[in-house]
């Protein structure tokens, strides 16, 4: 009778031998969907609310810091667990790698909670902080209060899908987060139009597609169709294990907890040009983010290729996996480039029809295009270095994107260029940090191959 291997032992096979080309694709695509779906959703939000006024979709924008919080929270211990657990799953270290997916599962949800409840007690004062103006305040305060209400779900969601596509199980991934995204989009007109609910109705349609989410990524788990357990008698119990989990992750901290930090410094900055600066400094960055669903997706299917590659010291592997990957997303970010580049002012337009949004948005948009490319990659290397064990070089080309250069750029370049300035701060930063990346990844693998 002809023995079959267990499907773990196939998965280990695929993802330690498969050529590191196709391997990469095929983890990539699912990646790449969900990102593509969870921007539209977004952008959904800023198109049905840009029916409703500039300041409503200004709106958008400032309450936008709280979803990065979100997303910093639920991306440091999610992305943590992952990168150890494809480490541990490559190393056949099954106990330990249970133990760091319920781990990540538990910590995000609570983080969640937290935020929630900050939220709440913060009230218009914790609006104002980041950034609403007076005629931008109500409608951020309507559309925060279900933002905090979904925010145990939307940072454990997290959790759940980097913990799955640390497994290779992107596809599984995938589908939480795509369906969670359609549901918003339907929701949206729905509930802000038909029903009436105006900026609140977005913010419900939402925190009800996180929440969704959310049920079908842990179903996974419940149905025992993963490769790792989660279980609350599974937590860890020693300190150094959350100490790891939390190190490993840092990076992923740093790197939503300075985009947070930055959103919230480029509302106040653009807050002195009006609302409608605020407006399109938003608009266009969340045009960028789809932009990058292809970037993200191969970032995403590289990461567990390498984890694996890493916990065998298989370091040529590792070597080929990122060179594949930094390739592929470059020559992608450049044709992107140049359609958003060319596009510029519809892209901006089809989210909101005043002239000056659309005027400051253009420029914004173009100017980013250009340096689509440089950022790609140091968003890789970046990764990289989480994903092998090392997360100060991760955390310092973080820290260095946002804190040394973007923040500074902020305030010093508007003094001397006007709005162009502000517009100009995130190109030129993609520029210095690559500068710094570039020799940083040549130095690694000098010393490993």
Known sequence: MKQTKPAHQDQYERMTTAPVGGLILSLSLPGMVATLITSVYNLADTFFVGQLGTSATAAVGVVFSISMVLNALGFWVGTGGSSLL?????????????????????????FGVLVAVVGFAGGEGL???????DTILPYAMDYGRYIFIGAPFAASSLALTQCLRGEGKTRESMIGQVTGGVLNMLLDPLFIFVFRWGIAGAAIATALSQIIAWAILIRYYIAKKTQVRISIRLLARSVSDYQLLLTTGFPSLCRHGCNMFANVVLNWVAGGWGDAAIAAMNVSGRVLY?????????NQGCQPVIGYAHGMNNHRRVRSAFRYAMVVSMLSMC????????????LIGLFRDDPEVIRIGTRALQLICVAMPLATFTSGASTLFQVVGLPLPSSMLIFSRQLFFYIPALLLLPRALDVLGI?????????LTFCLALPMVLRYFKTKC
């Open 86 to 110: 494809s480490r541990m799953l490559g190393a056949k270290q099954q106990r330990e790698a249970d133990v760091t997916t319920s781990t990540a599962f538990f910590m995000s949800f609570l």
């Open 127 to 133: 609006m104002r902080m980041l950034g609403a103006t």
């Open 290 to 298: 789809l932009a990058n669903a292809v970037s993200l997706g191969i």
């Open 335 to 346: 044709a992107f480039g140049v359609v958003g580049f060319v596009f510029a002012p519809q």
């Open 423 to 431: 517009q100009m701060a995130g190109p030129l930063t993609d520029l």
